[in-house]
């Protein structure tokens, strides 16, 4: 099979879950014989730097790791970039690049800024499978916060963004065309139970196949014991570095206990809000017990998972699955997570293998800090429960069998 992956952006300029799934699958698909290209647009990319254009949209092609990339992008960006549905422009330079490379499938990871791309392969006859790895399409900022970062639970067909949040009217129409796009795409599936409940809570009830993320295992490499009666405990953080996945909450968790035994490592960019970004280094240099690590590869992940004793997924927002979740269970490493994390809803039975806080009441992820600080030997405990999560040949095979019954 031909397969064109589509999303919104991808490596090396981001790195995060989306484009870690992306990569991971195309790298599996062509182990077991496949065509993979992946298809993206490049909002952090110069426009010199593309040496092509078909009208206003300029286009490139790169390689990475062994996976083609095509990137597109307008010659001058609209600001609504991340909020639109249909784009003409857009959807014209899909049709053209896909009519000429003929392909049999096309996988859409994330729709932002490449939603109209479904259209241009129903044009061309080629069945459309949509991965939903958050919520975009029933929320522009695609986590259900509000400006103030509390949450929502539903956007009321768009009527609830426009008295809370501030989004003019035109988020009405921009609703229908995402539930279009919801019902016209070939086969819906997503990684978490979680984000497939909130759907059907909104009434979008059409079936969404449950599959979950797995882990390439070739990257998991045996981490040292070490006793932690001795040691100082490192308690780590991985991914994007922002106030919506509640890393400030971390922060002054972790400063509440006053402890020396204790560290707290932050692996990952700081990105789009450099205000927040002020903060936590102001934060940091005030407790020497923090520290932050800055952008690590994907590779690099065995070395950090050795430097991280207990994982934190502090997410204030909802976090429609987490992928670092079972990367580091994977590890062997356990993961303490707000409830709203959809991962941590499936993997983590708090107390057994990790610990589930209440993101209402972050006094308990203090607490929980507290209380391995003065266990250490909880950690241990919560080790010896955890059960490999799933790997990524099985998730291909499952994702494998979808296309083959669209091509059928």
């Given at each position: 099979?031909?397969?064109l992956?589509?999303?919104?952006?991808?490596?090396?300029?981001?790195?995060g879950?989306?484009?870690?799934?992306?990569l991971n699958?195309?790298?599996?698909?062509?182990?077991?014989?496949?065509?993979?290209?992946?298809?993206?647009?490049?909002?952090?990319?110069?426009?010199?730097?593309?040496?092509?254009?078909?009208d206003?949209i300029?286009?490139?092609s790169?390689?990475?790791?062994?996976?083609?990339?095509?990137?597109?992008?307008?010659?001058?960006?609209?600001?609504?970039?991340?909020?639109?549905?249909?784009?003409?422009?857009?959807?014209?330079?899909?049709?053209?690049?896909?009519?000429?490379?003929?392909?049999?499938?096309?996988?859409i990871?994330?729709?932002?800024?490449?939603?109209?791309?479904?259209?241009?392969?129903?044009?061309l006859?080629?069945?459309?499978?949509?991965?939903?790895?958050?919520?975009?399409?029933?929320c522009?900022?695609?986590?259900?916060?509000?400006p103030?970062?509390?949450?929502?639970?539903?956007?009321?067909?768009?009527?609830?963004?426009?008295?809370?949040?501030?989004?003019?009217?035109?988020?009405?129409?921009?609703?229908?065309?995402?539930?279009?796009?919801?019902?016209?795409?070939?086969?819906?599936?997503?990684?978490?139970?979680?984000?497939?409940?909130?759907?059907?809570?909104?009434?979008?009830?059409?079936?969404?196949?449950?599959?979950?993320?797995?882990?390439?295992?070739?990257?998991?490499?045996?981490?040292?014991?070490?006793d932690?009666e001795?040691?100082?405990?490192?308690?780590?953080y991985?991914?994007?570095?922002?106030?919506?996945?509640?890393?400030?909450?971390?922060v002054?968790?972790?400063?509440?206990?006053?402890?020396?035994?204790?560290?707290?490592?932050?692996?990952?960019?700081?990105?789009?809000?450099?205000a927040?970004?002020?903060?936590?280094?102001?934060?940091?240099?005030?407790?020497?017990?923090?520290?932050?690590?800055?952008?690590?590869?994907?590779?690099?992940?065995?070395?950090?998972?050795s430097?991280?004793?207990?994982?934190?997924?502090?997410?204030?927002?909802?976090?429609?699955?987490?992928?670092?979740?079972?990367?580091?269970?994977?590890?062997?490493?356990?993961?303490?997570?707000?409830?709203?994390?959809?991962?941590?809803?499936?993997?983590?039975?708090?107390?057994?293998?990790?610990?589930v806080?209440?993101?209402?009441?972050?006094?308990?992820?203090?607490?929980?800090?507290k209380?391995?600080?003065?266990?250490?030997?909880?950690?241990?405990?919560?080790?010896?429960?955890i059960?490999?999560?799933?790997?990524?040949?099985?998730?291909?095979?499952?994702?494998?069998?979808?296309y083959?019954?669209?091509?059928?």
């Amino acid at each position: 099979m031909k397969i064109l992956y589509v999303l919104h952006d991808f490596f090396p300029r981001f790195y995060g879950g989306t484009e870690r799934y992306v990569l991971n699958l195309s790298k599996q698909m062509q182990r077991m014989g496949h065509s993979v290209t992946v298809l993206t647009y490049g909002i952090e990319d110069p426009p010199e730097i593309f040496p092509a254009s078909m009208d206003d949209i300029l286009y490139k092609s790169y390689d990475y790791e062994g996976i083609p990339v095509i990137s597109i992008r307008h010659k001058l960006i609209p600001g609504d970039i991340g909020f639109m549905i249909d784009d003409e422009r857009i959807e014209y330079a899909i049709t053209k690049i896909i009519e000429t490379k003929v392909f049999d499938v096309m996988h859409i990871a994330h729709p932002m800024r490449m939603a109209c791309c479904y259209k241009a392969a129903h044009k061309l006859n080629i069945p459309v499978v949509l991965t939903l790895t958050d919520f975009w399409l029933l929320c522009p900022r695609g986590r259900f916060y509000k400006p103030d970062y509390s949450l929502c639970n539903s956007p009321d067909s768009g009527e609830k963004c426009i008295t809370e949040c501030g989004v003019n009217s035109s988020i009405t129409e921009r609703y229908k065309d995402a539930k279009k796009l919801f019902e016209e795409v070939d086969v819906l599936i997503s990684p978490s139970r979680f984000l497939i409940g909130c759907y059907k809570f909104n009434g979008w009830t059409r079936n969404i196949s449950h599959i979950n993320h797995g882990v390439d295992y070739k990257y998991v490499k045996p981490l040292a014991p070490v006793d932690k009666e001795r040691d100082i405990i490192s308690f780590g953080y991985t991914g994007v570095v922002a106030r919506f996945k509640g890393v400030d909450v971390l922060v002054n968790a972790f400063r509440e206990v006053n402890s020396p035994g204790i560290a707290l490592k932050i692996y990952g960019n700081c990105i789009w809000e450099p205000a927040f970004s002020q903060e936590l280094a102001a934060a940091v240099e005030e407790d020497k017990r923090i520290r932050l690590m800055g952008k690590y590869d994907h590779s690099e992940l065995p070395c950090v998972m050795s430097e991280i004793d207990i994982t934190i997924v502090p997410s204030t927002t909802l976090e429609s699955y987490g992928l670092v979740v079972v990367e580091s269970m994977a590890y062997g490493v356990p993961v303490i997570a707000s409830d709203i994390v959809g991962s941590a809803c499936e993997f983590i039975e708090h107390g057994k293998n990790g610990m589930v806080f209440s993101v209402q009441k972050p006094s308990e992820l203090t607490d929980i800090i507290k209380q391995i600080s003065d266990q250490p030997s909880i950690i241990k405990t919560l080790k010896s429960n955890i059960s490999p999560p799933p790997r990524l040949e099985e998730e291909a095979f499952m994702v494998e069998k979808i296309y083959k019954s669209v091509l059928h």
